[in-house]
Each structure stands twice: as structure tokens, then as C-alpha cells.
């Protein structure tokens, strides 16, 4: 099996840890409560962790002098392969909830098929990174229901935001052909498999909340390809912008 394809891999989970952590990070000091702010800024500690994970392994494999920090501060925008709906802005409340809440349900179910893949490193990065998942997920999981079964104005916000994020989630599951070579050796899990055990999940959590699920649409996709919407540049223009000032910069 090709390193190359490996590493590409390795930055597509250390792209959407890396992109969503940031997002989160946003709300440190603005968050609706002393209690969310912690919790926010948890989440986004832990997302890029697993980001410096993913990301190093992925520079282990390519060599070439590179290490997680490069990775994280010196690819341009085209070279990032995170999904769109991780890179969608905060937005209200319901909006973060709803983007942590589809994405948590996703990534909980690849960590946990990860773990059974035959890249020992891999497998122990999900391993690891799984318990914190299972946080974020309940986390998401609770506020989505809460906010759903809640007053007629966070219903009516927590409904507006599932649908504003449900055209995102497609791409979740895409299959591009570096997917489809590494599931072949059982280093990637099959993501129509996800797909199914996802909808389910969804399902559950949306009728608890007495939310609608959205019904088809249009997918918005590309990210891993490196199409990304215009909010990814400037998420990079303040993540990167102290390396790109002051290159080779150490604490």
C-alpha cells in the first residue's frame, strides 16, 4: 500500500480536526454561558489534538523535512482536505450545534471503525481520540434535543440550523478513489456502512428533539479535492498568520 495514499488519508481526518477545532475556538469568551465556554473550548482542545496526531503521522509518511506544524501552518487553501460542513461559520448557537452534532455522529462511527484497521498507527490514534469523541457527540447530541424540545424560538433556530447544515452532510460519506484503495486493504472503513449505522443515529436524535429530518437536496461537496467555500481563507489567514509573518517563529 502506497504511503502517499496513507498520508492523504491521514489529512483527511487531521484536516477536519485541524479546520473544526479552530471554528470552535471562536467561541472562547462569547459563548451564551460561562459553562458552554468551557465545554466549546474543550472540544476545540481536543479536535486539534487529534489534528497533531493525524497530521504528524501523515508527515511521518511523506518525509520530506515536513512535520504537523507545516502541515497545519504552511499548506495553502487548495491543498486542505477537511469537508465543507466542518468549515461553515459558528453562526447562533443552533448553528454550532447542529455542525458539531451531524459531524460528531459521523466521526464517533469512523473512530470507531478505524480502531479494527490494519495501520497499527491509525488504530491507536482512533482509539485514543474515540473517548473524546463520544463526549463531543453526547454534548451535541444532548443541546440538539434540548434546543429542538425546547421553546418555540429555539425549535424554530435548532430546525433552521439542520437544515441550513443538512446539504454538507453528503460529502461525509463520499468515496473518492484514495478511500476505495485503502478500504480494499482495510486501512479505511467502508463509509456506506457509516452511512447507514449515521442515518439511524440521526433519525433517533431528530424524533427525540421533535425535529423534521430535511429531505433530499443537492449535495455541496469538493472539499477533499480542495474546492473549498470562501470561509476556509479566512479561517487560514488567522490560524496561519504568525508562521506566514514570521516564518520558523518558536515560542
Given at each position: 500500500m502506497s504511503a502517499e495514499l496513507k498520508a492523504i488519508y491521514a489529512q483527511y481526518l487531521g484536516d477536519n480536526s485541524l479546520i473544526l477545532g479552530q471554528r470552535l475556538s471562536e467561541w472562547c469568551g462569547h459563548s451564551p454561558?460561562?459553562?458552554?465556554?468551557?465545554?466549546?473550548?474543550?472540544?476545540?482542545?481536543?479536535?486539534?489534538?487529534q489534528a497533531q496526531l493525524f497530521l504528524g503521522y501523515s508527515a511521518q509518511l511523506l518525509g520530506q523535512d515536513l512535520d504537523e506544524d507545516k502541515l497545519?501552518?504552511?499548506r495553502?487553501?487548495?491543498?486542505?482536505?477537511?469537508?465543507?460542513?466542518?468549515e461553515q461559520p459558528n453562526g447562533d448557537?443552533?448553528?454550532?450545534?447542529?455542525?458539531q452534532f451531524f459531524f460528531s455522529a459521523f466521526q464517533s462511527l469512523e473512530l470507531e471503525a478505524l480502531k479494527s484497521s490494519t495501520d497499527s498507527e491509525l488504530a491507536a490514534i482512533a482509539a485514543k481520540a474515540?473517548?473524546?469523541?463520544?463526549?463531543?457527540?453526547?454534548?451535541?447530541?444532548?443541546?440538539t434535543i434540548r434546543l429542538g424540545d425546547g421553546t418555540e424560538e429555539s425549535t424554530r433556530r435548532m430546525q433552521t440550523a439542520i437544515e441550513d447544515m443538512w446539504r454538507f452532510t453528503d460529502e461525509l460519506f463520499h468515496m473518492d478513489d484514495t478511500h476505495q484503495a485503502l478500504l480494499a486493504d482495510g486501512v479505511a472503513p467502508d463509509l456506506n456502512t457509516i452511512r447507514a449505522q449515521w442515518d439511524a443515529l440521526v433519525d433517533e436524535v431528530l424524533a427525540e428533539a421533535k425535529l423534521t429530518r430535511p429531505g433530499p437536496c443537492?449535495?455541496?461537496?469538493?472539499?477533499?479535492e480542495g474546492h473549498h467555500s470562501e470561509h476556509l481563507g479566512h479561517i487560514l489567514s488567522e490560524m496561519q498568520?504568525?508562521?506566514r509573518a514570521y516564518p520558523g517563529a518558536q515560542w
Open positions: 454561558a460561562l459553562e458552554l465556554d468551557m465545554s466549546l473550548s474543550n472540544l476545540s482542545l481536543d479536535l486539534i489534538g497545519a501552518f504552511l495553502d487553501v487548495m491543498d486542505f482536505k477537511n469537508v465543507l460542513l466542518v448557537f443552533a448553528h454550532t450545534v447542529a455542525r474515540s473517548k473524546e469523541v463520544a463526549y463531543h457527540l453526547r454534548f451535541a447530541r444532548d443541546w443537492r449535495p455541496i461537496m469538493g472539499g477533499r498568520y504568525l508562521q
